[in-house]
Nanobody, 125 residues
């Protein structure tokens, strides 16, 4: 059973920086897609960034391009989301997700089968 554990959320001032971590365990695929999604109150959960651990392909939502960076640890089982210059629109619950193998639309919620519990990010402006 795949388990995902997020950490690193909290409060940050607009223009600052914050790094989220997601530790994955229990998967058997040699490569997986891991993604970060977020959900603000009253809104749908949407994709923020994703990475394919096999080849380190990365994908970003337009709203975070140039500000957020997704990366993985050398051991592949930990993925990070570096959030630079966050703004009030980035306030949300952030979720880590994973799916075995390659997927065509890695920023789509329905592509993923495993989810973490979420970590809250609050940006003060």
């Amino acid at each position: 059973q795949v388990q995902l554990v997020e950490s690193g959320g909290g409060s940050v001032q607009a223009g600052g920086s914050l790094r989220l971590s997601c530790a994955a365990s229990g998967y058997t695929h040699p490569s997986i897609y891991m993604g970060w999604f977020r959900q603000a109150p009253g809104k749908e959960r949407g994709g923020v960034a994703a990475i394919y651990t096999g080849a380190r392909f990365t994908h970003y939502a337009d709203s975070v391009k140039g500000r957020f960076t997704i990366s993985q640890a050398s051991a592949k089982n930990t993925v990070y989301l570096q959030m630079n210059s966050p703004n009030g629109g980035d306030t949300a619950m952030y979720y880590c997700a994973a799916v075995g193998g390659f997927v065509l639309r890695p920023l789509v919620r329905e592509a993923y089968g495993y989810w973490g519990q979420g970590t809250q990010v609050t940006v003060s402006v």
